[in-house]
């Protein structure tokens, strides 16, 4: 089969690789459609956790082509979105429907287990949901991403009531800003320096949108909805940006930590003491919450349409990966096979 595979940190290549196989116990899916993630972006550049020869991808949606030995209730061709792990099912994190947290997940397309940036990847069935008539393949596969930005705006409570910023348009701040939209949230400024980014927020519907290197997200808050920011929704993950929200909540604000950031970073806490700030940071979603994103899309409370700027096959990966250093127009680029 065709892949995407990291050779060493920083470096794709397409290559043929063996048909990856489902074992017992596991599903094999024929991939359509597989999302490219900050995630990705960002482990392929450092290499973390990622040895080479992994094939990356865990956004992703595709029709079952084999059964595994055991395997009952499910037929080939059946089109499917699957979470993107394999879990023990049995601990307590499990029963919570907290796959992330099983002590024994492995993850698909960050390590572990072999991605989607492929023609075939290895799925468990316990993780597969059925994508609904009316949804089509490039839809479902950001369902991954969507069901990431429910979890955010359900931790920070967001309500009819709240005035909110969303740091970040890139897809989680464009989902996020969705969810907060959905939530029906009575302000949303979002901030990107990145005029590109900053467009398509305010056709997702942003009530303002800034470049937080010019203007400061809060002025442009009070400017809308007269209070300062009651719940950031941190979702760029840089050095800084942590802090960044917690200069701009309001006293008794919320930030929910959308945003990766992988180095050690400072906050100054008096500020967030004399502001008494709360601080969730929210890790995946729960199965019901990437149940509910899938139901969202085939209802239409939401559309993710719009987020997809770039439709790519398998052989651009790489320099779509050089394109995503520098993001410009580009939202969710989504890989699309025959
Ligand atoms: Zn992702
Ligand atoms: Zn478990």
Redesign the pocket.
Known sequence: MRAVVLKEPGILKVESVPDAVAEPGEILLRVRNC?I????LHAAKLGIGMPPGTIMG??FAGEIAALGEGVEGWKVGERVVSLPQMTCGSCAACQRGEGHHCPAARVIGLGALPGAYAELVRVQPAQLLRVPDGVTMRQAALV??LA?GLHGVRLGSVTTETACVVMGAGPIGAVTLLWARHAKARAIVVSDPSPGRRALAARLGANAVVDPTTRDPASALRDLAGVDPEVVLECVGLKGTLNAAVLLAGVHGRIVVLGVCTETDEIFPLAGIMKELEIAFAFAYTHAEFAAALEALRSGAIDVTPLVTDVIDLADVPEAFRALERPESQCKVVIELP
């Open positions: 999302g993630c900050g995630s990705d865990h956004e991954e991403p990431v």
